[in-house]
C-alpha cells in the first residue's frame, strides 16, 4: 500500500533539499514525531548521499532508515525503514521524498511511504495503517513546511 501527498512549500528547492537530502540525519531538528536522529555510521553512503542512513528515537519507537536512492540533481531521496518495533505483519517499510520546483521560492513537496503488509493482515488492517500513514505522511510534510519556510524568512532577513 502506498500513501502519498504533495504541499507546495513557499521556499526555494535548494533550501528544501538542505533539510531533508543533505540533512537526512538531523530530523529530529524539524519533525515533532522524532525525539533525537544520527547518522548511522554502519550503512553505506550511496550516490553522493551525506550519509548512509540516520537511526532515530521515534515516538513509533527506534527506526533506521537507511538511503536506498539519492539524487542531488533531481532531488529525491528514498530510504527504507526497519526496527524492532514495527509490527511483525509489515514486511515492507519505505519512505521517498521527491522536490518538483514551481518557482524561485515555490517548491512541490511529494512525500510518499509504501507499506507492504503480510496476508491476511493486508485485508484485516490494511485500512488501519493507511489511515495512520495518511496522518503521518500529511503531519510530515505540515512540520517541513513550517520549517522551511520559517527558516528561510529568517535567512531573507538577515540579507
Known amino acids: 500500500m502506498k500513501v502519498s501527498s504533495t504541499f507546495r512549500i513557499a521556499a526555494p528547492d535548494k533550501r528544501i533539499w538542505h533539510i531533508i537530502g543533505e540533512e537526512f540525519d538531523q530530523v529530529s531538528a524539524w519533525s515533532s514525531t522524532v525525539d533525537t536522529s544520527k547518522p548511522d555510521m554502519s550503512a553505506l ?7 548512509g542512513g540516520r537511526i ?60 507492504d503488509l503480510k496476508f491476511p493482515f493486508s485485508l484485516l488492517a490494511g485500512w488501519a495503517v493507511k489511515r495512520r500513514l495518511s496522518n503521518v505522511v500529511h503531519n510530515t510534510l505540515s512540520e ?10 529568517q535567512a531573507m532577513a538577515r540579507s
Request: a negative charge; aromatic letters at 12%; hydrophobic letters at 40%.
Open 45 to 51: 553512503k550511496i550516490g553522493g548521499a551525506p550519509v
Open 144 to 153: 517541513l513546511a513550517a520549517f522551511a519556510c520559517r527558516d528561510f524568512d
Open 56 to 115: 532515530c528515537h521515534t515516538c513509533f519507537g527506534v527506526l533506521t532508515e537507511t538511503i536506498e536512492d539519492y539524487n542531488d540533481v533531481e532531488r529525491y531521496i528514498e530510504y527504507s525503514v526497519t526496527s524492532d518495533d514495527i509490527p511483525f505483519f509489515i514486511d515492507v517499510l519505505r519512505g521517498r521524498w521527491t522536490l518538483t520546483p514551481r518557482s524561485s521560492d515555490a517548491t512541490d513537496v511529494t512525500f510518499a511511504v509504501t507499506a
